[in-house]
């Protein structure tokens, strides 16, 4: 459920031990489905509307603040929520098998986890327009010409090259990362001026042990050691 999984990422994302969240679904048919129709079928306006608010706060808005980089594995179908989970994750790759969409309309209702917004953010407003207006499904090829994800694979190398990515990001600063992420997710904040929580966390990240190492292992010629 959608508490279980804020549970889950919260935890992952308060422990010391965890540097990057991976996000898949279990086999490859599906990264998730979407929602249980029957569940909401005959809700009220105002049902409508708390459940569009608590899906946000509590999953997918919670997930684009998380200051873990959370990387979206996508393995078969993404559709409604699935593809919304994605969306709200920091990085993502799909299979090759992989087909993305936002089908409500199609039962009278429209994408209401923020995925008109983020779609929009990622693949601009005529292309969002046409994949919510049409309720159909792309590929993952069309979904990485359009900036929808960043990588497409083989389903057999999917977790491989999500844990490669992983990999690069432990490398380097998780303080500095969790700066990038509060002013990249700036940008897309209405009322707050993104150049200016750029320079606030900038000058942020020159208070931390992070900085020190880094700016030492550079100077010294070594590799950093951020993690310990």
Known sequence: TIQEL???LQEADESPEVG?????GSGEKSFVAGADIKEFAHFSIAQGGEL???GQETLFTFIEQLTTPVIAAVNGFALGGGLELAMCSHIRIA?????LGLPEVSLGVIPGYGGTQRLTQLVGRGKANEMIFTAGMITAEEALKWGLVNHVVEPEALMEKAEEIAGKILKNSGSAIASAIRAVNANFTDGVHGF???IEEFGKCFGTE???EGTSAFLEKRKPNFRN
């Open 6 to 8: 804020h549970t889950a």
């Open 20 to 24: 990057v969240i991976i996000l898949t």
């Open 52 to 54: 569009a608010m608590k």
């Open 95 to 99: 299979s090759s098998n992989a087909r």
């Open 196 to 198: 200016e929580v750029e």
């Open 210 to 212: 992070d900085f020190k």
